[in-house]
């Protein structure tokens, strides 16, 4: 039960902030070196909208196995879109 409210908590968190920031235009890096535009940033917002469906209905149904695994391939939806913010700049002679 705990790992369905903590993926519940996690998919509200990261549909909030990938909303937010599908509204902005986005710099240089985000949207030109990384291709981090808008749509990008809708596309996890709308992915983490599913997720809480699917975590409230593990609440709700009580299950507990299910929970986990979803959790698990959400972390590493959640991983992957936090990374895309972590990349910094490279240098474009290599």
Do not use: K, P
């Amino acid at each position: 039960m705990i790992w369905s409210l903590a993926g519940l908590l996690l998919a509200l968190a990261l549909a909030g902030g990938a909303a937010l920031r599908g509204r902005a235009r986005g710099g240089f890096y985000d949207l030109d070196v990384y291709g981090m535009s808008a749509a990008v940033h809708r596309r996890y917002a709308i992915a983490s909208l599913a997720f809480v469906a699917y975590f409230g209905a593990t609440l709700a149904l009580h299950a507990e196995t299910a929970g986990i695994a979803g959790l698990a391939l959400y972390a590493l939806i959640a991983v992957l879109y936090a990374a895309s913010f972590l990349r910094g700049t490279s240098d474009s002679d290599e």
